[in-house]
């Protein structure tokens, strides 16, 4: 429309660049006509990725091309028993990932609509009430208390008007609005000239003319924002690929190599040695990997789901584990989002006031923690009716729940009235109003004129510097009329703004002089101070409980919030997120003033950031991640949004929450309650964990049955087993097997350990040497097993058939050694997790049926074994499960 900033123009330039009358507003035709140019008043939504292109990306990962491949070189040689179940196991794998993935996105959309309300606008020179969605720029719209800003808007009049911005601007307490113009590089959260569309009149009445709508608001150009915001891998899937890659050339090095040396240096035919470099390549893979992994992650979504927390991107569960950084959001995320008082100083003396929250329920002590009878107490009690009195809000029960109708400031001061047995109805109709002066930011009071007795009386509530110049007297303790005490009440009030408390002081003056109008001038002289309040948005009480976990599991918490910095900074302190000697509170504005290559060293040790604008929020979980830290925002407001698409994970708040966080996060806490995200980090780091034995289990299992065939080739011995036998094994025991693992509960010390390093590679020297050692143990148990049996003159059937029942009983024995890594089996429950020995009971029916149904002695070329074969089977397992614990007591004999 124009490059000049709205808030810079003068009212009359607005309405002459928007083509509106004040007085009339747009005609119904203007409106229609500019409906079609400007588009619907909403936020749109943005193209997901298509269904054709997640189910493509299902093939796509190396070790399922190689699986793909495999299929393809067993069918060209005729073996299409081999090939389809190769084939079935890709599609069942690819179907899997498909329908988690689509689940994820399509759990939450990636936008919502922010503007679904009706506003009452000026046309044709008449009020109507339209659907926000027909608003169009021009329109004159009306502003009343309980609205929700339809569109953003340039105010051309007020009437002690006051919105909550704290979902754009993350300010807890109502911005007040005026319509006069300001410099062109006032920010967002100073802009008391403009309503911008989601935001929430609280008190006062205003219109304005609309300046955009749609996709051209604050919210939807921070919904553009998070459009822009790259979407992260997470570390598992990072590691995963790196691994599969190295996984992929060993397997495509080995299968060739056999393939040589077996053509070259052994006779064999082409054909038979393609087989066998196939069956290789077949028993390598780990088919049950994909599928471990999405049923791995998708099985600690369901655990989170119990405990509030909704996972929307599959990933962010096993993300939650590795988290080094948690940047959280003040308002409504650490704090309750409920102003309430918490200190009183009346009469030279000051009072602690319990109770969070709206409820009036609360109790007022001394100093000495005595408690008090606020009726006993003149001084006290005239500053709590004082607060009553100059008020324009209300207290509502509603469903067993307590909310405020108007401003929160306004609403801390009735709870705590209410708190001390005063009553709305009754203290206005003993002293019912007659007059006001509204508040105006430009004077920071609110005076109110009432009727007392025989006479009037004047109550005037306000910030302490506009009104204790104006103060001769104060009350004492008695509420007897003294001398005033101006720098102790300073000292006092200091103290309270120190710990980041918003202070909110009241004085009164007898009212028979006001005649006509009541007018600024007949409030200013001639005051007696009553008090001053003391009220602050406190912490939750969980919060500071799951701040102090994280911080246990390693994990730093960091607060990030558009509020001031005297304020973050002392709910930070309560909280536990700084401390005494913790680096001071950065400012918005001083961020803007540290460059990109300081950045990121000034983050990492900085606590707390204030005044801080949706852009800076962007920039600072960038400065982090540059400094390899896996990062999780919580938030609840649009200007949380850009971070949480940026955050390595972004949480979002399900009840306060707007639609915009939400649709940006990978995680939503239905709850609203920060304690949840401890619990939802100790359920990833268990996720996290089960994968890692899951990997640990499987790798050994499959090599060593690799082993198996490469050994028969190299020394020209007869192939112990077939290749159809390797996939058999690889896809049962993975599933009947392996996936048992993933139900494992956390281990007792799991939040006590530091964040699993980014950079530590997923196969490491521990995880090297166990495949290796395992691997060796089947290798020389299933050889022992296939000599014996042949020796005795067994058929090639009964050996193959005890060689695959062997490396099957290994495979059994070595995931009871698997249910912990470290520890000792003996040290954990042994039927903590019921899954794994039905897991084991089965594959067991499952093999008996290999060994002895007759459809499998066709097909799979197996045969029935005697009780004597069983017990060499067995006693081969028994000695697997002995030396691994060993060897877990020897690495780790030091913990």
């Known amino acids: 429309m124009t490059a000049t900033p709205a808030h810079h123009l003068a009212i009359c330039d607005a309405l002459r660049l928007t083509g509106a009358s004040q007085d009339t507003g747009l005609t119904s035709q203007e409106a229609a006509e500019r409906l079609i140019k400007y588009g619907e008043n909403r936020v749109k939504a943005r193209r997901g990725t298509s269904a054709w292109v997640r189910l493509g990306r299902q093939f796509t990962a190396p070790l399922v091309l190689v699986l793909i491949g495999a299929a393809g070189v067993t069918g060209f040689l005729g073996e299409w028993v081999d090939a389809s179940v190769i084939f079935i196991v890709v599609v069942v794998n690819a179907i899997v990932g498909f329908i988690q993935e689509s689940k994820a996105e399509n759990a939450l959309e990636a936008l919502m609509k922010m503007v679904v309300a009706e506003a009452v606008v000026k046309r044709d020179g008449k009020k109507i009430r339209v659907n926000s969605v027909e608003l169009v720029p021009g329109d004159i719209v009306m502003l009343a208390g309980g609205d929700r800003v339809p569109a953003d808007i340039r105010l051309l009049e007020t009437k002690s008007l006051q919105i909550d911005e704290s979902s754009l601007t993350g300010e807890s307490v109502p911005a007040s609005k005026r319509p006069d113009p300001l410099q062109a590089d006032t920010v967002l959260a100073d802009r008391v000239n403009m309503a911008y569309a989601g935001s929430l009149v609280t008190a006062g009445t205003g219109m304005g003319v609309v300046w955009a709508t749609g996709d051209r608001t604050e919210t939807g150009r921070v919904a553009f924002l998070i459009a822009e915001a790259v979407d992260l891998t997470t570390p598992l899937t990072r590691k995963i690929a790196r691994f599969s890659g190295v996984l992929l ?210 109550y005037k509530a306000g910030a302490l510097e506009r009104l204790l110049d104006r103060c001769t007297h104060m009350l004492d303790a008695h509420g007897e009329v003294v001398s005033i005490d101006a720098e102790a009440i300073r000292e006092i009030a200091q103290s309270f703004a120190s710990e980041g408390m918003r202070v909110i002081a009241f004085c009164r003056r007898d009212g028979s002089h006001v005649s006509g109008d009541f007018e600024h001038h007949h409030v200013s002289e001639g005051l007696t101070f009553i008090g001053m309040q003391g009220m602050i948005d406190p912490p939750r009480e969980e919060a500071i409980a799951a701040v102090a976990k994280c911080q246990q599991a390693g994990i730093r918490v960091k607060m990030i919030t558009g509020d001031h910095a005297v304020t973050a900074q002392a709910i930070a302190k309560q909280i536990g997120i700084a401390g005494a000697d913790s680096t001071p509170a950065i400012s918005g504005r001083e961020l803007a003033e540290i460059s990109d290559h300081d950045l990121p060293e000034i983050a990492d040790r900085t606590a707390v950031f204030a005044r801080v604008a949706p852009e800076q929020k962007l920039r600072l979980v960038r400065a982090l991640q540059s400094r390899g830290h896996i990062l999780a925002m919580t938030g609840d407001g649009v200007n949380d949004g850009p971070a949480l698409k940026q955050a390595d994970i972004g949480i979002a708040m399900g009840i306060t929450g707007t639609d915009v966080a939400k649709g940006a996060a990978s995680m939503v806490l239905t709850d609203d309650n920060f304690a949840t995200i401890a619990a939802a980090v100790e359920e990833g780091r268990g996720v996290y964990d089960n994968l890692i034995k899951f990997l640990v289990w499987t790798l050994p299992v499959s090599v060593g049955f690799a082993l198996i065939l490469l050994t028969s080739v190299v020394f020209g011995l007869t192939l112990p087993t077939l290749p159809v036998h390797l996939l058999w094994v690889n896809l049962t025991t993975a599933i009947l097997l392996g996936l048992m693992l993933v139900f494992e509960p956390p281990e007792a010390d799991i939040m006590k350990r530091p964040p699993r390093d980014q950079k530590t590679p997923i196969f490491d020297f521990a995880m090297f040497m166990r495949t290796g050692l395992v691997s060796a143990i089947m290798l020389a148990g299933s050889y022992w097993v296939f000599f014996y049996e042949q020796n005795a003159g067994s058929t090639i059937a009964v050996c193959r058939t005890a060689v695959v029942n062997t490396v099957v009983a290994v495979a059994s024995a070595y ?59 067995l006693g081969v397992a028994f000695a697997a499960l002995v030396v691994v614990e060993i060897e877990k007591k020897l690495r780790w004999r030091e913990n």
């Not at 791995?296 to 599959?314: D, F, P």
């Not at 209410?418 to 002293?431: D, N, Q, V």
């Not at 520890?823 to 429950?829: E, K, L």
């Open 249 to 458: 050339w060993i397997i495509l090095a080995l299968a060739a190599a056999l393939f040589g040396y077996g053509v070259l240096f052994r006779g064999g035919s082409v054909i038979e040695m393609l087989m066998a470099s196939v069956a290789l390549a077949v028993g390598v893979i780990p088919e049950g990997l994909p599928a471990a992994i999405t049923i791995v992650l998708a099985i600690g979504v369901s655990r989170m789901a119990k405990r509030r927390a909704i996972i929307r991107k599959l990933p962010a569960v096993e993300t939650l584990g590795c988290t080094t950084v948690i940047c959280s959001d003040k308002t409504g995320t650490l704090t309750q989002n409920k102003m309430a008082v918490q200190r009183i100083h009346a009469g030279g003396e000051t009072f602690e006031v319990t109770g969070t929250g709206y409820k009036p329920k609360g109790d007022f002590h001394d100093a000495s923690g005595n408690k008090l009878d606020t009726s006993t107490i003149p001084a006290l009690h005239e500053c709590l009716h004082a607060g009553m009195l100059c008020n324009d809000s209300a207290l509502i029960e509603k469903e067993g729940e307590w909310i405020i109708a108007g401003d929160p400031t306004e609403g801390a001061l009735l709870v705590a009235a209410e708190k001390a047995g005063l009553r709305h109805a009754a203290i206005h109709a003993s002293s019912p109003r007659v007059d006001m002066i509204p508040f105006e930011s430009d004077h920071m009071f609110r005076a109110t004129l009432h009727d007392h007795g025989e006479g009037r009386r004047i």
């Open 815 to 873: 995931l009871i050694n698997c249910r912990s890594l470290r520890r000792s089996i003996f040290s954990i429950g042994w039927f903590s997790n019921p899954r794994l020995w039905l897991g084991i009971g089965l594959t067991a029916v499952l093999q008996i049926i290999f060994t002895y149904a007759p459809v499998m002695n066709r097909y799979l070329q197996t045969a029935p074994l005697d009780a004597n074969a069983w017990l060499r089977i």
